[in-house]
């Protein structure tokens, strides 16, 4: 529900030129990357492959992914139930949430200027 929402916030602000599309498709993509990333590593784990390392997951969502990262968690059951898993990836979402407010906060203006957001 949570990514939902979020991904239908951005989609409403940016349709209503509050913010750059670009925001919404970064979001979108690194939440495609993400899912597909936890998806590998799920098919890995049930066969016994070499796993993908759980900062590289915790990268990914920090990066913008947590959408497609709570998605996963979700819809394919992976790493939903690692309490310490659980714990970085709720930082890792915060501290992204943060980072975009404050970009688009009137703090945060002369980078989202640069930036072109």
Known sequence: MIP???????????????IHAFVLWAYLGMSAVTFGVY????SAARNRRQRTP???LHMLSLMGGWPGAMYAQQ???HKSSKRSFLTVFWLTFLVN???LAYVLSPYGAWLSLSLKL
Do not use: C, P, Q, Y
């Not at 939902?4 to 509050?18: D, I, Q, R, W």
């Not at 998806?39 to 799920?42: E, G, R």
């Open 4 to 18: 939902s929402v979020f991904l239908a916030t951005l989609a409403a602000a940016a349709a209503f030129g509050f």
């Open 39 to 42: 998806a590998i590593d799920k």
């Open 54 to 56: 759980e900062n590289t």
């Open 75 to 77: 819809l394919l059951r």
């Open 97 to 99: 949430i943060a980072v």
